[in-house]
């Protein structure tokens, strides 16, 4: 294990005028302001708050600038508190809704402000932004958060507050590296065999301190400590009450938060007309499904390659973010102009589409049963998925082996499609993963809309733990995965259907292909092991084998619950 590298900070660029924003407890944070070519009256503004260097290439905030100031809105970069060039502690989320209404009430007070604010940002600045919106601050007019979650409970849990999973090779990376200190570093694998789990990332950080990290260690994002911390008395999904377009990516390891957040907002009748979607055919970092490689690479080719932006990635970056500007057009700067769509969704494989609401009003439920349960573990292959219910009922048996955990075929959980998606089959022929493939179908079938498995299960420990991936396999036998999902089921839900949510979906399965469904007791490391006897996860051992049981056929059989639209 290597020791963390420090990456340069950027120079400011040539356009930007730097700024040091006093907050209300005198801390100051480094701020560029772009100005409209030609600027000869105050305009609206649009801002983005980032833990990420505003100036570095990682984010291209200069370049997202210009997409702006190219529309007559002037942009306000910030890196946010004990970021970068930023003053104050370096401590993850607690700080952004004070911070973000200090930002606003500071730009509000220039003679290049007209009063008038969007904020928009990707991940944690795009937390930034229901941060800033949950403020109230009266010049905040709608906000366009992408590929994040207002709650981080949600943001990388597919249940949700209610799945007590830990998506570990997403969080923990992230708060031992960007919150270390102001820098940001790179360059470091974690030993995911070490055991207990705090030690490993005591070694990760050679001794160094993330005090969010530890923050973690102590409470998981599901304890109350952090949105009551963040938020306060404010719930966003309750208090925010200003337009949001919501954008999400179908191979976002957050599209689960982003989801719930639309799904909440929409449940309050008061603001649901106010509530827009953009979900696309991406991952987190942008990378999307028409440009996947294909066959996949490696991670280790990939980084060997450089991870330098291609000026067509890079133009092709910006134009999803020139997808937001009549968006804001009208709700900031007031233009009237032709209805937007409420909802604009990409069926990959296919191409754009809009519809009034998500899941569009035409998708139809489509229930396939699991069957064939005695032949679905192990490298023959494996069970069925079927529109008719199997009448015998079968209860699989498999072993969980905390020592040889199912590994997760994703390299990288941030952008997986960078590197291409990989066999399934990689994993299938295991004998604790259950695999349930459908015939081969005709004609194209379009999913649209969210996905989940209604199943009863148990397990010889006090809990189970149950991953579930559906994937298209193609002619030659290659599985992709779609989407992945997770939860706990308890000894009190053991043998009684409940509902495991995948996500949701745009995904056309063309002819001639299958749709197969994967079940295991383990995700490593995209997902925590489940402890024993109710330990930390930190602190836990090895754990003990179990055995899990999965009931398919008769009325209590496993069914896979999906959307679809005819055309």
């Not at 905030?61 to 502690?89: C, H, K, N």
Request: net charge negative; aromatic share 10%.
């Amino acid at each position: 294990m290597g020791n963390p590298t420090s990456v340069p900070y950027a120079p400011v660029p040539d356009g930007a005028t730097p700024e040091m924003v006093q907050m209300r407890d005198g801390v100051r944070l480094a701020t560029d302001v772009y100005l409209p070519p030609r600027a000869a009256e105050a305009a609206p503004t649009i801002v983005m708050r980032m833990p990420y260097d505003k100036c570095g290439e990682y984010c291209f905030l200069p370049r997202i600038a210009e997409v702006f100031t190219m529309r007559g809105y002037v942009f306000v970069a910030q890196d946010v508190r004990g970021r970068t060039r930023s003053e104050g502690e370096n401590f993850p989320f607690i700080h952004e809704v004070a911070d973000g209404y200090d930002t606003l009430e500071w730009i509000v007070a220039q003679e290049w402000s007209d009063g008038s604010v969007g904020m928009t940002g990707e991940s944690y600045f795009g937390f930034t932004a229901w941060c800033a919106a949950a403020s109230a601050h009266p010049a905040l007019r709608a906000i366009a958060p992408r590929v994040t979650a207002a709650d981080l409970a949600m943001a990388t849990e597919p249940e949700g507050d209610d799945a007590d999973t830990f998506a570990l090779s997403a969080w923990l990376p992230w708060l031992a590296y960007v919150w270390l200190d102001n820098g940001m570093y790179e360059g470091v694998e974690i030993d995911w065999t070490t055991r207990p789990l705090r030690d490993a990332f005591a070694a990760a950080t050679v001794g160094s301190r993330s005090a969010g990290l530890e923050a973690l260690l102590r409470r998981p994002f599901a304890d109350s400590w952090w949105m009551r911390t963040t938020y306060g008395m404010r719930d966003p999904h309750q208090s925010v009450d200003i337009p949001v377009l919501h954008w999400a990516g179908w191979w976002d390891n957050c599209q689960y938060g982003q989801f719930r957040s639309y799904r909440r907002m929409c449940a309050r009748p008061e603001v649901r007309d106010r509530q827009y979607l953009i979900a696309d055919a991406f991952d987190h970092e942008g990378n999307t499904w028409e440009g996947r490689p294909s066959p996949p690479i490696s991670a280790t080719t990939y980084y060997e390659q450089g991870e330098e932006a291609t000026e067509a990635g890079i133009r092709a970056m910006l134009d999803t973010y020139g997808m937001c500007l009549p968006f804001f057009d009208r709700f900031v700067r007031g233009l009237q102009g032709p209805p937007l769509p409420r909802v604009r969704w990409n069926l990959a494989g296919k191409g754009w589409r809009t519809a009034t609401a998500w899941p569009p009003p035409e998708a139809r439920g489509l229930e396939l049963y699991l069957t064939q349960g005695a032949v679905a573990a192990g490298p023959e292959a494996g069970g069925g998925l079927s529109p008719d219910v199997q009448d015998r009922p079968e209860r699989i048996a498999w072993t969980h082996d905390p020592g040889d955990l199912v590994p997760d075929t994703f390299e990288d959980v941030w952008h997986p499609l960078a590197l291409g998606l990989p066999d399934e089959s990689l994993v299938e022929a295991r004998p604790d993963v259950l695999t349930f493939t459908g015939e081969a179908v005709e004609e194209p079938l379009r999913i649209a809309g969210p996905v989940a498995l209604v199943a009863s299960c148990a397990s010889s420990a006090h809990t189970l733990h149950l991953f579930v991936k559906l994937c298209d396999v193609d002619s030659r036998g290659h599985a992709s995965r779609i989407l992945l999902g997770a939860g706990t089921i308890s000894q009190p839900d053991f043998d009684h259907p409940v509902e495991i949510q995948l996500g949701d979906t745009g995904f056309l399965l063309r002819a001639g292909h299958r749709l197969r469904l994967e079940i295991a007791s383990s995700c490593y490391p995209r997902f925590a092991v489940d402890a024993d006897d109710h330990e930390s996860l930190w602190d836990a051992g090895l754990g003990r084998r179990r055995t899990d049981r999965l009931a398919v056929g008769g009325v209590d059989g496993a069914v896979l619950r999906l959307h679809v639209v005819d055309s």
